[in-house]
């Protein structure tokens, strides 16, 4: 085997080979039937997308949660300075008559943590939901600007 790789053509396969082109993939012969349960579960949680802004008034974080309502939804903070954000996505119920071709949304438990730095208004903190987008603003305490005072110089 050559330590150059040639680049036109003729390349034997080989998962040893620093230069081959092969990916391996140790999981591509496993049954989808055999996937765990706990790797359903957190798919939700791996898609949850939030977006956290800071503007000179607030922190915004949205988060992209479509199908679900504000009942499936909780927003809390806990020990004083995390805001959590967590839910539940059902899965579908299954009717003996149907027949599945592609099941791609994810289902189950989502949970997302964010520390909120110290200018945040804690008891201030407001949530919506606007079609299938979460909108957490947290108003942020306004920084006193402090007093300047000239003095005169004499001499």
């Known amino acids: 085997m050559s330590l150059i790789p040639s680049f036109f053509g003729s390349r034997r396969s080989n998962i040893l080979d620093p230069f081959s082109l092969e990916i391996w993939d140790p999981f591509k012969d496993f049954p989808l039937s055999s996937e765990p ?91 919506s939901m606007e079609n299938g987008v979460l909108t957490v603003t947290v108003p942020k305490v306004e920084v006193k600007k402090p007093d300047v005072k000239s003095i005169e110089i004499s001499g």
Request: aromatic share 6%; glycine share 4%.
């Open 37 to 127: 349960q706990f790797a359903k579960e957190t798919s939700a949680l791996v898609n949850t997308r939030v977006d956290w802004k800071e503007t000179p008034e607030a922190h915004v974080f949205k988060a992209d949660l479509p199908g679900l309502n504000k009942k499936e939804l909780k927003v809390e903070v806990e020990d004083d300075r995390v805001l959590q954000i967590s839910g539940e996505r059902k899965v579908e119920k299954e009717e003996k008559k149907d027949t599945w071709h592609r099941v791609e949304r994810s289902s189950g438990k989502f949970l997302r943590r964010f520390r909120l730095p110290e200018n945040a208004k804690m008891d201030q903190i407001k949530a």
